[in-house]
């Protein structure tokens, strides 16, 4: 019971509707906000943006080197790629001549050494085909000499 009693005696000193208290605040604070813009936030602005007419020559101007430099960091990137490409190219030319080069020097010794195969056998077959000759011949004088042999003896 007693409980309720204090819930009560809280809920009756509770006014929904605002007082002129509220209205005094809010007033000051208007006025407190007018007074700190007269005489606080308007000169400070004003010498904020003073020193940004002053000081934004700087930095624009270091925008302006650092806009530079990126500039020429991207061209000496950009020459160097083409120096890169261009040491690429003339490497590949000159592998491409050394195969070039060696592929010629091979054909001429897989000639070379063909028409060498080809003299020797050329060769070789003269002194077979003189062999063959010889050959026969000491055959036949074997022949007549044993058929000589065989004549006397009988």
Do not use: C
């Not at 509707?17 to 007269?38: E, G, Q, S, T, Y």
């Not at 940004?52 to 650092?66: D, I, P, S, W």
Request: glycine share 4%; aromatic share 6%; proline share 1%.
């Amino acid at each position: 019971v007693r409980g309720n009693m204090v819930v009560l005696a809280f809920a009756e000193s509770v006014q929904i509707l605002p007082d002129f208290a509220l209205v005094v605040h809010v007033l000051l604070i208007l006025l407190m906000i007018w007074v700190l813009n007269r005489t606080f936030f308007r000169p400070i602005n004003r010498v904020i943006s003073a020193r940004q007419k002053v000081h934004g020559g700087r930095f624009t101007e270091t925008e302006k080197m650092l806009e530079s430099a990126s500039e020429k960091e991207k061209q000496f990137t950009d020459e160097l790629l083409a120096a890169r490409n261009e040491g690429y190219e003339l490497i590949e030319g000159e592998r491409e001549k050394a195969v070039a080069v060696r592929q010629e020097k091979v054909s001429a010794a897989k000639a070379e050494i063909a028409a060498q195969k080809e003299s020797e056998l050329k060769e070789l077959s003269k002194v077979t085909e003189s062999a063959r000759k010889e050959i026969s011949k000491e055959a036949e004088k074997l022949a007549e000499e044993i058929s000589a042999n065989l004549i006397r003896t009988v």
